[in-house]
């Protein structure tokens, strides 16, 4: 009897220890069990699908439209806006501002003269320009190499037939020919004065003073006169009164 219940024992022993060394590991068991997509209300329906294929769907409650017609601007004075690509004027449309001018550094030729004041080339003067009455303080020889190399931003100081001085700026240079330059003026403000046009050998020109003076000037062969407008008039020459004239036109 006491054998059988040994026997009984070690039979249950044995039992619970290939129970124990044979049960599967629950998070072995976990990992290894392919995760189950339950069936929900969502499915896609196709038929339902094919139907409204050309349905649009409603806006969700919290669409925010964003707008591309803002626009942008650029306070900076010297931005310039890019040109237009292959004609298209949409690439000005956002963004782009053209300054109304652009300053030019200024390069202030010190020591450098436009012209000399001549009084013993008077009587030439008068000779070749056809002209009996001309005041001798007036009678200029121009620099004509330093007009040629002169380039936007540079500076002179013109000296009048009075002692009064002028500082001007060159805003524009138009080459229109091999033989036909002319050189726009402006003031120290920025502001357009006047311009001096080179024909070949004949050079003119008109400006205004910020005195409001108006000078007008003429050489022939880098040799002639500037002076006022007033003393032009007050000369009962003809041929002056018909340069004062046409000097005037270069103003407008």
């Known amino acids: 009897m006491k054998r059988v219940i040994q026997y009984t024992g070690l039979a249950l022993i044995i039992g619970l220890l290939c129970v124990f060394l044979f049960k599967p590991d629950k998070a072995a068991e976990e990992m290894h069990t392919p995760e189950r997509v339950k069936e929900t209300s969502h499915t896609i329906n196709a038929k339902k699908l094919a139907k409204n294929f050309d349905e649009v769907a409603e806006e969700p409650k919290n669409f925010k439209t964003l707008s591309i017609e803002e626009e942008i601007t650029i306070d900076d004075p010297s931005y310039v806006a890019e040109e237009d690509l292959e004609g298209n004027p949409q690439l000005n449309r956002y963004g782009h501002q053209v300054a109304a001018t652009i300053d030019t550094p200024i390069n202030l030729l010190t020591g450098e003269d436009l012209w000399l004041y001549r009084p013993n080339l008077l009587d030439k003067v008068k000779q070749e320009q056809g002209i009996a009455m001309l005041p001798i303080e007036s009678i200029v020889e121009i620099n004509d190499e330093l007009l040629s190399d ?11 037939p009075n002692g009064g001085e002028q500082q001007i700026i060159v805003s524009k240079i138009n080459t229109i020919s091999d033989k036909v330059t002319s050189w726009d003026l402006q003031n120290t403000q920025r502001q357009d004065i006047g311009k001096i046009t080179q024909i070949s050998n004949l050079t003119e020109g008109s400006f205004i003073t910020d005195n409001k003076d108006e ?17 032009l008039m007050s000369n009962n020459d003809n041929a002056v009164k018909r340069n ?7 103003l407008k």
Do not use: C
């Open 150 to 160: 002169l380039t936007i931003g540079d500076s002179l100081v013109f000296t009048m």
């Open 215 to 231: 000078y007008h000037l003429r050489t022939v062969n880098n040799k002639g006169w500037i002076t006022s407008k007033s003393q």
């Open 244 to 250: 004062s004239e046409a000097f005037s036109e270069l």
